[in-house]
């Protein structure tokens, strides 16, 4: 399996804090993501990272950032949490980028609950 | 955009055959991958078509037609660890899209 952990694994938090979840790496993948995965819906992504300090928006971007200082590490951070954030999130990572026959490997996913 | 279309749920027998479909619309087609994700866990890779034909590995295997912008997972001799949602993602626009996945339920 690929190293990848994410955490916390479970969180609850109320309205209006900031929330960061973590994604570590060992696998020295240059590409690093995070998704959402909601009832109804298919994975969406939040953000992506191409290498240090370099990210990109996704398809559902808002209220989200997120920061990279580190190969292994992705950083994905709420500023001031919704209850519509509340999900399970996913990172994943990839040898190489998007148009590549190189699939993305996943971390187990953090559940997050916004009261 | 992209438009990945798959049925919600169905239904096998363990030892049947199951085939799960999967329907996409995008421009600038360059792969598709195909996922398995247990309930409560990551989603792991399964299979990757980009040209036209079936891929087989073991007792799964994959079909794609890029000109009927059309896909399916085959899986055979069902086991009931077989039992999870499969998930269609399709490269296109520059980018990689999930379908909502079908949820293959297993009985004895």
């Known amino acids: 399996d690929a190293g990848i952990t994410q955490s916390p694994r479970h969180k609850v938090t109320e309205t209006g804090t900031p929330v960061t979840l973590r994604c570590h790496q060992t696998?020295?993948?240059?590409?690093m993501y995070w998704y959402r995965q909601d009832p109804g819906h298919g994975l969406r992504l939040i953000h992506y990272?191409?290498?240090?300090?370099?990210?990109d928006k996704g398809e559902v971007s808002d209220g989200y950032s997120v920061s990279r200082s580190k190969t292994e590490d992705f950083l994905l951070t709420l500023e001031s949490a919704t209850s519509s954030q509340t999900s399970v999130y996913f990172c994943?990572?990839?040898?190489?980028?998007?148009?590549?026959?190189?699939?993305?490997?996943f971390g187990d996913g953090t559940r997050l609950s916004i009261l | 955009g992209q438009n990945i279309d798959q049925p919600t749920e169905m239904t096998a027998t363990e030892g049947a055959i199951v085939q799960i479909n999967c329907t996409y619309q995008?421009?600038?087609?360059?792969?598709l991958f195909w996922y398995q994700q247990h309930a409560g866990e990551a989603p792991t890779f399964l299979s990757y078509?980009?040209?036209?034909g079936l891929e087989e590995k073991g007792r799964f295997s994959s079909f794609l037609s890029r000109s009927k912008g059309y896909s399916y997972l085959l899986l055979k001799e069902l086991q009931m660890k077989d039992s999870a949602s499969y998930l269609c993602?399709?490269?296109?626009?520059?980018?990689?899209?999930f379908g909502k996945g079908n949820q293959v339920v297993v009985i004895p």
């Open positions: 994943a990572i990839s040898e190489s980028g998007q148009i590549s026959n190189q699939p993305q490997h």
């Open positions: 696998e020295n993948h240059r590409y």
């Open positions: 990272s191409y290498g240090v300090k370099d990210t």
């Open positions: 995008t421009s600038g087609f360059n792969g």
């Open positions: 078509n980009v040209l036209d």
């Open positions: 993602a399709v490269y296109g626009n520059n980018r990689l899209a």
